[in-house]
């Protein structure tokens, strides 16, 4: 038998396997050098960039749900100064793609944002975050109406000549309206999906646990309505799809890759296993080795 | 503030599938687990903390952060302390000898010690300029708070310094591994709530009759964040130097994902700035010097 390949394309990014990790999990790459090596992943998706420093919501930000987590960091960052700066220089040296998550509080912001990243080299790609269910601004609002998530990429694409990548938010009736109008808008590609809005409360203080009420919700929680909106998502348009939603091991992630997925994002996985990535870029290989796959291209939709 | 000379980052952690040599109740609910880990045992620093998976699945999902109640890189093994919490803790908790658990670390910066004091076998965590012979370390502990303190008992009885341990506690029942301390040749003192061990009132009473020995008292404390806050305006009172390891919910614990943050002071608020910034507990602590930290709010 040949050779696995694994090399995919997400909107003009190539990319030597489908294997990326979710904005927001994985900092700015190398808090998790210890445990992998950051050369074999895909490409590296950064934390949620915005044009100047935010100092993200009161704690606690975090709470543990059954088989899932709520998040309610809200978009703490150096800013994209900072980030060019300090955090992107040793992400150069690794052999692997880096794709910067930005945020803005208006069009205008993305817009900006997409032009000062544009001119950083070794930024690959853009991920465009209109869906973050944890700020009030720049948020969600962006994320759940077709005309401003149409609006958000139209302006990010007159600003970059980069592959760009919109993020959708799930927490919508129709996610095939809303991939529609960002693909109409010149997205590249698109991800899904962010995290679920969603709360907790402690009945012991009688009190919403988050300091912020409500949080993101990810993990292996959400790995069914992931499925679902991807699924739906393929049929509806034509650009490449980079899944995430509960990706924990191999097994799930060529689950997303049936139903549609080109490459896929491990978040919330990385919490629980550091060496996460590898231990699913491994089983996707082990995957197709048994099932006598040549080509994981071969996979993407294969369940449609 | 002394200055900080090196501070340790995560560069050093490794994940590893520790097999447990021991579990022991000490007291209802307190327990003490022995994990052989040679090679994060052999890296581990005073202050510092491991991540924890309790289980294979989704239930507890999230892995726990337990501080390094012992290491020995020698004999390749760590020991953790910690007190029933809940779901996570809970389940640790029957987890029997010969069972193996996935652990990840040393995480985080300890604690600062003085550039003179040396221990001769572990490498020390960041090290200030303050000097050990004028310096009266003072560890102060609020229950389960008295787990990450081992470690830098011995780093100071090692290098000859007296040294003393306050130990506060709800009740009796709260009050474990004080002879590990005095084996080690601490003078310790405790206070509980209720009277039920050493004098009855808190361990800021025990502070405020501190025997200072004609030295300048460096305090170092860990428990519960009211304690924390009491002793650390003590401190300043006095014109103490006192560190604190600080707690919060983490997921990472590896500053990815910025969930850990507490309020750390800047010096910025003469340029228009407000003063302070999130600082990762995981990463930029869990130890800070008590002075960085912004109390209230
Ligand atoms: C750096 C660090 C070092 C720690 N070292 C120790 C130690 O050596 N020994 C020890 O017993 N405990 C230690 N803790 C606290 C320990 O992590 C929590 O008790 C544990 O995560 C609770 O998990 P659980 O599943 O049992 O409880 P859960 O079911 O998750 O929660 C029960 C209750 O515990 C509290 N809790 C949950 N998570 C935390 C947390 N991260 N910090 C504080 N309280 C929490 C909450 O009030 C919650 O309501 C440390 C925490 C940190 C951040
Ligand atoms: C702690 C945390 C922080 C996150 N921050 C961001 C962010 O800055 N930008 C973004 O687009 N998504 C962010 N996300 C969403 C993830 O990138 C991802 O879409 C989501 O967690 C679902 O994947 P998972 O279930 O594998 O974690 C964050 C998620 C978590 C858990
Ligand atoms: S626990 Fe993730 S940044 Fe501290």
New binding site residues.
């Given amino acids: 038998m040949g050779k696995l390949n694994l090399q995919v394309n997400l909107g003009g990014l190539a990319m030597k396997n489908p294997v990326t990790t979710a904005s927001g999990t994985f900092g700015f790459g190398l808090e998790f050098a210890p445990f992998i090596d950051l050369a074999r992943l895909g490409a590296i998706v950064v934390k949620g960039t915005t044009l100047e420093p935010r100092e993200g919501n009161a704690t606690p930000r975090m709470a543990?749900t059954p088989a899932g987590m709520l998040n309610a960091i809200g978009l703490q960052n150096p800013g994209v100064d900072a980030f060019l700066r300090d955090y992107l220089p040793p992400l150069r040296e690794i052999e692997t793609p880096v794709i910067v998550n930005l945020s803005g509080n208006s069009v205008d912001d993305y817009g900006r944002l997409a032009s000062i990243l544009d001119g950083a080299d070794s930024v690959a790609a853009l991920e465009v975050n209109i869906s973050c269910p944890n700020v009030k601004q720049g948020g969600i609002q962006f994320g759940t109406l077709p005309a401003s998530a149409a609006a958000v990429t139209r302006s990010v694409r007159e600003n970059t000549k980069k592959p760009v990548i919109v993020k959708l938010s799930p927490n919508v009736t129709d996610i095939t309206e809303m991939a529609r109008a960002v693909v109409d808008a010149g997205a590249d590609a698109l991800a899904l999906i962010n995290t679920l809005l969603g709360m907790d409360i402690d009945i012991r203080t009688r009190r919403p646990v988050l300091a912020n009420i409500f949080g993101g919700l990810s993990g292996p929680a959400v790995k069914p309505v992931a499925l679902r909106m991807i699924y739906q998502v393929h049929k509806a348009v034509k650009v490449p799809i980079l899944g995430m939603g509960g990706i924990m091991n191999g097994q799930d992630a060529i689950a997303f890759l049936l139903a549609g997925a080109t490459a896929i994002a491990v978040g919330t996985a990385n919490f629980t296993n550091p060496r996460a990535t590898m231990d699913i870029l491994d089983g996707i290989g082990e995957y197709c080795i048994r099932e006598g796959v040549r080509d994981v291209n071969e996979l993407i939709g294969a369940a449609h | 503030m002394p200055t900080q000379k090196t501070s340790s980052i995560n560069s050093s952690a490794v994940l590893a599938d520790a097999v447990i040599l021991s579990q022991e109740e000490l007291k209802a609910g307190f327990f003490r687990l022995v994990l052989a880990a040679p090679e994060l045992a052999r890296r581990c620093q005073p202050g510092q903390?491991v991540q924890v998976r309790v289980s294979d699945g989704v239930a507890?999902l999230l892995p726990?952060?337990?501080?390094i109640?012992s290491f020995d890189g020698e004999l390749g093994i760590l020991s953790?302390?910690?007190?029933?919490?809940?779901?996570?803790?809970?389940k640790l908790s029957r987890l029997p000898a010969g069972e193996s658990l996935r652990i990840w670390g040393p995480l985080?910066k300890g604690w600062s010690l003085p550039e003179n004091l040396t221990d001769g076998s572990a490498a020390m965590p960041a090290y200030v300029d303050i000097d050990k012979e004028k310096t009266l370390p003072v560890f102060v502990a609020g229950g389960?708070g008295i787990?990450?303190l081992p470690p830098l008992a011995k780093a100071w009885r090692n290098a000859g310094s007296e040294a003393l341990l306050l130990y506060g506690a709800r009740s009796a029942g709260q009050i474990v591994t004080v002879d590990e301390f005095t084996a080690m040749g601490v003078d310790v003192r405790i206070a509980t709530e209720d009277g039920s061990a050493g004098v009855t009132g808190r361990v800021t009473e025990l502070l405020k009759e501190l025997d200072r020995k004609g030295k300048e008292p460096l305090l170092y404390v860990c428990g519960p964040k009211p304690m924390l806050q009491a002793v650390a305006q003590l401190a300043d009172e006095r014109g103490w130097l006192c560190q604190v390891s600080l707690?919060?919910?983490?997921c990472c614990g590896l500053g990815a994902c910025l969930s850990c943050v507490c309020k750390k002071k800047t010096d910025d608020q003469k340029e228009g700035g407000k003063g302070w910034t999130h600082a990762k507990?995981c990463t930029d602590g869990?130890v800070f010097w008590s002075r960085e930290v912004v109390w209230n709010g």
Avoid: D, K, N, W
């Fill in positions: 543990e | 903390f507890p726990r952060p337990i501080s109640h953790l302390l910690y007190h029933v919490a809940g779901q996570g803790t809970g985080g389960i787990a990450p707690e919060e919910r983490m507990v869990p």
